[in-house]
């Protein structure tokens, strides 16, 4: 038996698969594959909805079949590897991204799907290179362009990352989102002033959450136009006054600004949102030192250190007190966070600078 219009009936198919009416695709396709057990297509696209409804196992069945059926189809391989992918079969899925390249070296989505697998198994190199790949091979696709971006950022590779948002941006100029992840990458590059107009211009279309304004007043402060950061700090503040991040965000913005009692009601109203706040407890040990209340600065890092024992900072600033500051078993935590492996330059300068403070104190020269 022989569908005449099959081919119209999977073209009504797709059309229901791209508007999201699954019910209605697999419809189509099933009544295609009645008529034509073998249709290849419909079959790859049956197993295309299951794949998509999280049924990998019936995916897989279906894909394979049309695989068989027709072995040199980019687009089959690409879709079997992502149901391989979701099944764990890394490896297998890896075989399959490579057999759609294969067939088709210039197949955009199969690099970008390449890049997700290769990063799942944990070969972030390769997966930056898959990622490029697909970028290179589309360059007006923003979805390609975001994943990259998110994939790009991952590996810390933030100059990338910016390129990528920003082409992904410009495809869709109309996301905010895009735009605000365009500016942590650039903010993250040191680019301040390229990330400011990217974060106003995520404001402007609207992004939805904090995230954006949080971002452009950091920039601000980085700038050190700390007046313009304070204004907009207050205003953000203002809006949601029980956020515990944004109220201590104002606080350090109100403080560079040199408005003391403001930063200061910020920080306490950031911690009778969240008690335990450490960067608005942090604020309020750095108020106190500045007004030359040692007692209170000094209570408030042993507040952060009873929240966070491996605060370094703490520790750095706790080293300027004296007698009042570290103590024995301070100076004991600080040698031991030494020793891991993975802490950054300048947090290890913190605590050598701490530790020789201490060592001076106690009439350690040499050793200091």
Not at 46 to 53: E, R, T
Not at 241 to 261: H, K, N
Not at 334 to 355: H, Y
Request: proline share 3%; glycine share 6%; aromatic share 6%.
């Amino acid at each position: 038996m022989t569908v005449p219009d099959s081919g119209n009936l999977l073209q009504d198919g797709i059309a229901h698969h791209r508007a999201g009416r699954a019910d209605a695709a697999a419809d189509c396709y099933r009544r295609i594959l009645e008529a034509e057990p073998e249709n290849a297509d419909a079959l790859h696209l049956i197993g295309v909805l299951s794949l998509q409804a999280a049924d990998w196992d019936v995916a897989a069945e279906y894909i394979e079949h049309a695989i068989a059926i027709s072995e040199t189809a980019p687009a089959f391989h690409d879709h079997l590897a992502v149901v391989r992918r979701n099944q764990g079969r890394l490896k297998d899925a890896e075989t399959e991204h490579r057999r759609a390249l294969e067939l088709d070296p210039g197949f955009a989505s199969a690099y970008n799907n390449l890049a997700t697998t290769l990063r799942q198994d944990g070969r972030t190199a390769e997966a930056v290179r898959a990622a490029l790949k697909a970028m290179e091979t589309a360059p007006n696709d923003p979805v390609i362009a975001q994943n990259a971006g998110i994939l790009f950022m991952e590996a810390e590779a933030f100059a990338r990352a910016a390129v990528a948002f920003g082409q992904a941006a410009s495809a869709n100029p109309e996301s905010a989102t895009l735009r605000e992840k365009q500016g942590i990458a650039l903010f993250r590059t040191g680019q301040l002033d390229a990330a400011e107009a990217a974060f106003r211009e995520a404001v402007r279309l609207g992004a939805t959450g904090l995230n954006a304004r949080r971002w452009l007043i950091e920039t601000l402060l980085v700038l050190e136009r700390v007046e313009e950061a304070a204004v907009a700090a207050r205003e953000l503040a203002d809006s949601c006054p029980d956020d515990a991040r944004i109220q201590a965000l104002y606080g350090v913005a109100a403080m560079r600004a040199g408005e003391t009692d403001a930063a200061a009601a910020a920080c306490e109203r950031a911690l009778a949102a969240d008690a335990g706040h450490v960067p608005a407890i942090v604020g309020l040990a750095v108020i106190a030192a500045a007004k030359g209340d040692t007692r209170g600065a000094v209570r408030r890092y042993r507040e952060v250190l009873v929240l966070d024992p491996d605060n370094v900072d703490a520790y750095g600033n706790l080293a300027a007190f004296g007698e009042d500051g570290l103590t024995n078993a301070d100076a004991e935590k600080i040698a031991g966070l030494f020793g891991w492996q993975a802490l950054a330059e300048d947090l290890r300068a913190t605590l050598a600078f701490a530790l020789a403070h201490y060592l001076r104190r106690v009439g350690e020269r040499e050793a200091a």
